[in-house]
């Protein structure tokens, strides 16, 4: 019999899951509402909500699975306390050079084993994620996004595509696992300075993404809390009707925890 999966849903990029005896929280970000950050020279946001769950009531970490540090958005002041309550951090290799401490550092495809107090164990891939279109991608700095594995899974991995844009990383990850959930950053996210470009999927590439992957669910975060993002819930809604895909969206609740199918 396999291990149960449970999300609970804090906000923007930052979910708990909890696999069998295992827990792990992805993107870190626990500040309150009213705060606004600078990504870079004319980029900046104003966070917009609150953490569903403080720090204090998160409880033990086994891992944080941290998409990339260098942006608030994914790792603000008060995330960056969760990092030294988890045992281990995983993230990229820049960013695990800058952190220092228990932070390890992955590059696409390289793995890393989290055990639980129970002994339960979760093999963590890295998978290769672009923080923007071709140019801006190099300015926004390096992502990744994982692939949680465990004994018993009933349909297959499941994804956590880190902060991206579609790319033919998308179709390696989808080559080399048969992912049956996908956890997917949306949000859109555009600034005037760059114009046009985008550093993370809205609906229509986030569509693109479950398709490519084949997966039996998509729950949607990264698209609320924040003033930069562009891809709110009713647009992401459309473009799945759309296409005959709304069966695929899980989406999450606030605070709650819900059962994912793996």
């Keep these: 019999m396999g291990l149960s ?14 696999v069998g005896g295992v827990r792990l929280l992805t993107d870190p970000t ?20 609150d953490p569903a769950i403080s720090l204090d009531e998160l409880g033990p970490i086994d891992a944080v699975l941290l998409s ?20 281990k951090v995983l993230t990229t290799v820049a960013g695990a050079r800058r952190l220092g401490g228990n932070a390890v550092g992955l590059r696409p ?29 190099l300015l926004a700095g390096p992502t ?25 990383g998308i179709e390696k990850v989808a080559s080399r696992f048969a992912v049956s959930a996908a956890v997917i950053h949306f949000g859109g996210v555009r600034f005037p ?5 985008r550093y993370t999927f809205d609906a229509a590439e986030g569509l693109r993404v479950a398709q490519t992957l084949r997966a039996r669910t998509v729950v949607p975060i990264h698209f609320e809390g924040w003033t930069h993002f562009r891809t709110p819930r009713p647009e992401i809604q ?25």
Excluded at 31 to 40: I, M, Q, V
Excluded at 112 to 133: K, Q, S, Y
């Design 5 to 18: 999966c449970e999300l609970t849903y804090v906000g923007g990029p930052t979910a708990l899951i909890q």
């Design 238 to 262: 459309s473009v799945f009707a759309a296409a005959g895909k709304s069966d695929l969206l899980s989406w999450p609740i606030l605070g709650r925890a819900v059962n994912l199918e793996v």
């Design 193 to 197: 300075i760059s114009g046009p470009a």
């Design 68 to 87: 990339h540090d260098q942006h608030d958005d994914n790792l603000d002041r008060r995330g960056r306390d969760a990092l030294n309550i988890a045992q």
């Design 144 to 168: 990744i996004g994982f692939v949680l594995e465990w004994p018993g899974q009933n349909h297959g991995p499941l994804y956590i595509s880190g902060d991206s844009v579609f790319f033919s």
């Design 30 to 49: 626990f500040d309150p509402a009213g705060r606004h950050y600078s990504f870079g020279p004319g980029i900046g946001s104003t966070k917009t909500q």
């Design 109 to 137: 495809w390289e793995a890393a084993v989290v055990t639980g107090a129970d002994g339960d164990r979760i093999t963590v891939t890295a998978a290769p994620a672009r923080h923007g279109n071709t140019g801006v991608n």
